[in-house]
């Protein structure tokens, strides 16, 4: 102990070196197919853990059903009540968590029914799986979309940003010749660098959004080709015997999200034609 509290003979921290200083480590092949391993990287990256409020699993839970203000996974409640003959009953609501503890930064307070969001939302899904052209065409529509924004934007974006790295690497080679030969001093040095730096890291994220976009496509083509051999030609009984689980299991797979607003609407929107199911208002 010190006068200025506590000093420890030992410190350590941890720096991240750039990626291009990054060493590669072979990885002997595991024999697994890569695009099962990225499909799998896919789930677990978006994959939240359920609710089970009550005892009972909630399907749209586990941020399937997100707040139409903010954005924030709604969250899945339990409120009890009485009959008029003393019997005691509960309900399972959806409700925005931020909503309901910070007013101030999101104003949707209403709380959705699960015993009618449920059914609601799946007999638009299943309706739709029932029909394996009208989910062909749905899931055609959306890739086409998606390849719009990945190919529409302006011809040769990676290619300029690349030749902007390049430009960067000239001039924080340039900034160190001049530094060794004593015309650019040390804070000129760090001040150029930084510069620099930050410029390097602007055109480096601008080409992660790019790759991205371009991984998320071939995603949604292979998950595209494994849904209509799953689900193409099944029969109505199977389907509409699933347990909540398996409804829930199936929702992922089409990456469906159920955006909950204010009004008590519902818009259902995934890797299929979002058009075709629009925005509902769920009843009993």
Known sequence: MGPNGRVYRKKSRVIYRDKGEWIAVPVPDSGVPREWVEAARAVVTQYRSPSKAGGRFCELSGALMRCGECGRAMEAVDRYYRTKSGKKGVICYYRCREGNRRKETCGNR?????????????????????????????????????????????????????????????????????????????????????????????????????????????????????????????????????????????????????????????????????RELGTFTPTQ
């Open 110 to 274: 209403k709380s959705i029914r699960s015993d009618r969001a449920h059914p609601a939302v799946w007999e638009l899904i299943s309706g739709l799986l029932l029909d394996p052209e009208r989910l062909r065409e749905g899931l055609y529509y959306m890739i086409e979309e998606q390849r719009r924004v990945v190919c529409g934007g302006p011809r040769g974006e990676v290619k300029a940003w690349l030749d902007k790295l390049a430009t960067l690497e000239r001039k924080r080679s340039g900034c160190l010749d001049l530094a060794a030969e004593g015309i650019m001093d040390h804070s000129e040095l760090r001040s150029k660098l930084a510069e620099l730096r930050e410029a390097r890291e602007t055109a480096e994220r601008e080409l992660e959004v790019i790759e991205k976009r371009r991984e998320r496509l071939e995603q949604l083509e292979r998950d595209r080709q494994a849904l209509m051999e799953a689900y193409t030609g099944i029969m109505p009984e199977a389907l509409h015997s699933l347990t909540p689980e398996e409804r829930h299991q199936l929702y992922r797979m089409l990456r469906m999200r159920v955006v909950a607003y204010p009004d008590k609407t519902l818009e259902v929107n995934g890797s299929f034609d979002s």
